[in-house]
């Protein structure tokens, strides 16, 4: 696998970490592209657990070369949080591990107030954001006002920009939202430790990344989120403001796309979404209810209780065609163990007409009704099956049957949160 893109296909949550820490065993250079803290990735060994926010899910091996690229919006000390934490638990974190974007933009304090005080306006509108300063720290960035790491690591920059900045984001929280203004000497301050700190780990990693592949490295491209929460091709405007799937990569990580060689997507049995939008599958009885606490379905970065439903077949098949997905891999499918039948949308209503796939006017999902259809489960314990041979008939003829309605290979199956609970799916 010289370069591979790995990406959520549904709206986050797939159980990319996971996976992409076992990938990781076959990668040297591992890439995070887009998003920032807003994600929350875990990652079980032996029973420990991690959940990474910026830091690739590579990091726990050794001899890996662990990329922030240019497209993740990094929040400092959350970032510093999450290097301190690795540390204490044991994991080494230099310079030979770790490497950040100097072009990385930089979220500050002003876009997380933002964040939250333009959800409070947006009332029946709002999005359900993170509150991470996510969309403020991206729209600066498009707004070309933003500051990026490399601006921390040089004062005389770092006041110029950030005086300017502050000035129009005081303005904004003081005269349009009636919130308490900032201190451009504490938020200076804040900053050039911020760099002091980073300092030793910021480069021009896009450089680094094609030189590795260069040099028939294996790369790893870990995305955040999932396709349909993409700020063009996802439930707008109920999405996250970058690019998810695998064509976020050129522009997040500086490499082109064309020497992208594979692209695998990650998906639940199941679906679940956070935060408001647009979710055709989702189940508010006591089905979803079941799935949630069997999936311990709460968010990794804000707890929140994750909205659960069933598998979406409709928007599977539009997410990995729209990423060129050369197969992809199915996690938690022991969560649905001891159900009485599963069920899958095969296709949507709307005002009595059926679509089968997902057309461009109902790319927001907004109204549509799924069609679903059903599937005998099992009731025998396969989270320690390790063969697909060894998996109960009906689990197979489930794994199976989704290929079928998705149209795409299912290359591995999950049966639990551990490093080792994987099954390769033999190709038809
Ligand atoms: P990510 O954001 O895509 O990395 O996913 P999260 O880490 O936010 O959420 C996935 C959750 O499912 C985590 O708690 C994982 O530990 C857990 N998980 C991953 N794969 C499996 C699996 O196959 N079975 C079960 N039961 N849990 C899993
Ligand atoms: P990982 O990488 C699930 C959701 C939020 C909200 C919308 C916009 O762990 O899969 P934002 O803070 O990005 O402006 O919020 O996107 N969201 C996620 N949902 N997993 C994530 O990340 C998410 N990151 C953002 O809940 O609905
Ligand atoms: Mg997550």
């Not at 990580?253 to 020497?259: D, E, S, T």
């Not at 692209?263 to 599958?281: D, H, L, M, Q, W």
Request: charged share 25%.
């Amino acid at each position: 696998m010289p370069s591979v893109s790995v990406f959520g296909a549904q709206w986050g949550d797939e159980g990319k970490g996971k996976m992409i820490d076992l990938l990781s065993r076959d990668a040297d250079v591992v890439v995070r592209y887009q998003g920032g803290a807003n994600a929350g990735h875990t990652v079980v060994v032996q029973g420990e657990k991690y959940v990474l926010h910026h830091i690739p899910s590579g990091i726990l091996h050794d001899g890996k070369v662990n990329v922030i690229g240019n497209g993740v919006a990094v929040e400092p000390n959350k970032l510093l949080e999450e290097i301190e934490g690795l540390r204490e638990r044991g994991t080494t974190i230099d310079p030979s591990r770790l490497q950040i974007s100097a072009r990385a933009h930089v979220i500050f304090e002003h876009h997380k107030l933002l964040d939250v005080l333009a959800e409070t306006w947006k009332g029946e509108g709002r999005i359900g954001t993170t509150g991470r300063g996510i969309g403020p720290c991206y729209a600066d960035k498009a707004a070309r006002t933003g500051l990026r790491v490399c601006d921390l690591v040089n004062e005389e920059d770092c006041r110029k920009r950030l005086t300017a900045v502050l000035a129009e984001k005081n303005a904004l929280l003081e005269k349009v939202h009636g919130a308490e203004t900032l201190s451009l000497e504490d938020e200076l301050e804040k900053a050039l430790a911020f760099g002091r700190q980073l300092a030793p780990f910021v480069c021009d990693t896009a450089a680094t990344v094609r030189r590795a592949y260069r040099d028939g490295k294996r790369v790893l491209f870990e995305a955040a989120q999932g396709v349909m929460l993409d700020l063009d091709h996802g439930t707008y405007p109920f999405v996250t403001s970058s690019s998810t799937g695998p064509d976020g990569i050129a522009a997040g990580a500086g490499f082109p796309v064309r020497h992208i060689e594979r692209a695998i997507g990650i998906a639940k049995a199941y679906c679940t979404r956070v935060g408001e939008g647009p979710f055709p599958s989702e189940d508010h009885g006591a089905e979803g209810e079941r799935i949630r606490e069997a999936g311990h379905e709460y968010g990794a970065t804000t707890g929140r209780p994750r909205r659960c439903g069933w598998f979406d077949g409709v928007a599977m098949r539009y997410a990995l065609e729209l990423s060129g997905a050369d197969g992809w891999i199915v996690t938690n499918v022991d969560v649905l163990t001891g159900f009485d039948e599963l069920k899958v949308a095969v296709a949507y209503e709307m005002d009595g007409k059926r679509f089968s796939d997902l057309p461009a006017e109902l790319a927001d999902l907004d109204g549509v009704s799924p069609v679903y259809e059903s599937h005998p489960c099992w009731s025998e314990d396969i989270t320690g099956i390790r063969v697909f041979e060894e998996l109960p008939e009906s689990t197979r003829s489930y794994v199976r049957w989704l290929e079928e309605v998705v149209r795409v290979p299912i290359e591995m199956l999950s049966v639990g949160p551990e490093r080792d609970q994987v099954i390769p799916v033999p190709a038809l």
